[in-house]
């Protein structure tokens, strides 16, 4: 009995070693970032808190810890995305283009059935069954999923044991404790936008507050056993302490890791996909007048070794409130500080954790910043946004001039956990981990995304972008936008070369006008964003 016993305590260390050897995945996923907004990118123009270019730099961001991590890792000089976030979500999670997910662009994504046969927005998952989460669950990973949601369907479908999310979701308007949200009113007869706090008119689109004093539900945490999903606060404690001076990011990165934590108590392996609301624009509850877009966070001070977090102080009510300077003034560039703070934290606590030389860690943005290039076609300013990868043993370190799509990360990971996809199962992404750990020069010949019926390709010598504009890539602008135009007329054989090869590439995924929903789905949308591109017979080959 005792020899069996044995064995059995043998074999069962064996199985937990074995997933501890296994690498932890963290991906950030920041929202509305260019890569022109994070300074290793050496752009001479950046954002200031009105949406207008600027090489200020007062409104330059600082970001000791991201371009550490670039270093130490690998930054890549030409990484796309969709050019707003729905289709970039949905690209990351898949591995697939939006011929095969039907999400084309924010206000326009096709129609399909859900698990239970109803038709409306197809969710990803029923498209591509094997999502980002999936491969890490088959694989003996423990899932998070905190922040962002945006995914149509069931949340736990996507692929993930828990979440903490910080909804934007307007069906979520039955939040208990945070009157920091908008509802419509009719006023004379005129449908109104009403901030709830104050009861006043606001000036902006509906959200409900996911930074200050934010709406955060949870996904299956041990908390509330009985409930799926229970809004947060949730125990004496978390109740007593929310209030105005709680941020939603904070509480985001509180529960990652506790997950983290519990997950390693269990011998377990982690794979977290934070998808922070961070980066993107949201309506200053605080000074409801303010006209720039990004509200203040929580001031940190980088000594050169640590971050410093100086704890907000906020009073008021009603649309009056005073921060007593606890907090930044408005910019992206003091949201991109408090990513770089979070990245800190995240590599403190993996070092604590003695799993930081085992844990792959992934920074990138879902598309370009509000104002720049949010949800436009043009140039590459839309899909053209910072990526950087940490992974223990990679040969390659620093800056890569390569050509890297978003949908390149789901087969980069499902590589580096041991993943294998079904021989069948067709991806549009394509592994890094050949590049990463090996000496190949190049990853792509091209890049292909898309907005809507808006297709865009480039190699590396020309860009064509959603307008049908081609432009010259061979001379890199300082501002990273300002490519010149090509005149075809005077054009190199090398440019007519390669044109012809990208213009190959489009036929693959021309499937806005003909197979825009799901297969056997004939529902049309009443209407549809406008385009530069208006049908399906205006082709450029």
């Not at 955060?216 to 908390?223: D, I, R, Y």
């Not at 197979?515 to 406008?530: D, I, L, M, Q, S």
Request: aromatic share 14%; hydrophobic share 30%.
């Amino acid at each position: 009995m005792k020899i069996k016993l044995l064995f059995v305590v043998i074999v069962l260390t064996s199985i937990i070693t074995n997933a501890q050897k296994k690498p932890n995945v963290v991906i950030f996923f920041a929202d509305d970032i260019s890569a022109r907004e994070i300074p290793i990118y050496n752009s001479s123009v950046w954002s200031n808190p009105w949406r207008e270019n600027t090489s200020d730099k007062k409104y330059r961001a600082k970001t000791p810890n991201l371009d550490k991590l670039a270093n130490e890792g690998v930054w890549i000089t030409t990484a796309w995305a969709a050019t707003v976030c729905n289709p970039s979500r949905a690209m990351m999670l898949s591995g697939r283009y939006a011929y095969q997910t039907k999400w084309w662009n924010n206000k326009d994504k096709g129609y399909g059935p859900d698990e239970n046969g109803k038709i409306g927005t197809w969710p990803v998952y029923m498209s591509s069954p094997i999502l980002l989460g999936h491969a890490a669950q088959k694989m003996g990973y423990g899932t998070f999923w905190a922040g962002k949601t945006q995914m149509a369907g069931s949340y736990e479908r996507h692929g993930f044991d828990e979440g903490c999310f910080t909804p934007g979701g307007l069906q979520d308007n039955d939040n208990p404790y945070a009157d920091f949200k908008h509802e419509y009113k009719k006023i004379n007869g005129k449908r109104t936008l009403i901030n709830v706090d104050t009861g006043k008119p606001a000036d902006t689109y509906m959200q409900h507050s996911w930074y200050w004093y934010p709406h955060v539900k949870l996904m299956n945490h041990p908390s509330s056993p009985n409930n799926n999903y229970a809004w947060w606060p949730n125990t004496k404690e978390s109740k007593k302490n929310f209030g105005l001076n709680t941020y939603g990011p904070d509480v985001e990165l509180e529960f990652v890791f506790d997950f983290m934590e519990r997950q390693q108590k269990k011998g377990k392996p982690f794979f977290i996909y934070h998808t922070t609301h961070l980066g993107h624009d949201g309506f200053n509850w605080f000074n409801p007048d303010d006209e720039s877009s990004w509200p203040g966070t929580p001031k940190v001070t980088w000594d050169g070794k640590k971050y410093t977090r100086q704890e907000p102080k906020i009073t008021g009510d009603k649309g009056v409130y005073n921060t007593h300077n606890s907090i930044t003034e408005s910019g992206i560039h003091n949201h991109i500080n408090y990513i770089d703070y979070q990245v800190w934290l995240y590599r403190k606590k993996l070092k604590e954790m003695d799993v930081e030389d085992n844990t792959i860690f992934i920074f990138a943005a879902d598309n370009g910043t509000g104002g720049y290039g949010k949800n436009k076609g043009i140039q590459q300013r839309g899909c053209h946004i910072p990526l950087i990868i940490y992974a223990p043993g990679m040969k390659k370190h620093g800056e890569q001039d390569i050509l890297v799509s978003i949908a390149d990360i789901l087969p980069t990971i499902a590589d580096m956990i041991g993943f294998e996809f079904p021989e069948d199962y067709k991806l549009d992404g394509k592994s890094l981990k050949p590049y990463l750990y090996g000496d190949e020069t190049e990853h792509r010949k091209w890049l292909y995304t898309y907005r809507g019926p808006e297709q865009l390709v480039r190699g590396t010598q020309v860009l064509k972008d959603g307008a049908d504009k081609w432009w010259d890539l061979t001379t890199f602008p300082k501002d990273l936008t300002s490519y010149k135009s090509i005149k075809w007329g005077e054009a190199s054989n090398e440019f007519k070369k390669e044109k012809k090869e990208l213009i190959k590439v489009l036929p693959q995924y021309d499937f806005y006008f003909d197979e825009y929903n799901a297969p056997g789905v004939t529902k049309t949308p009443k209407k549809r964003p406008r385009y530069a591109r208006k049908s399906k017979d205006k082709k450029v080959y």
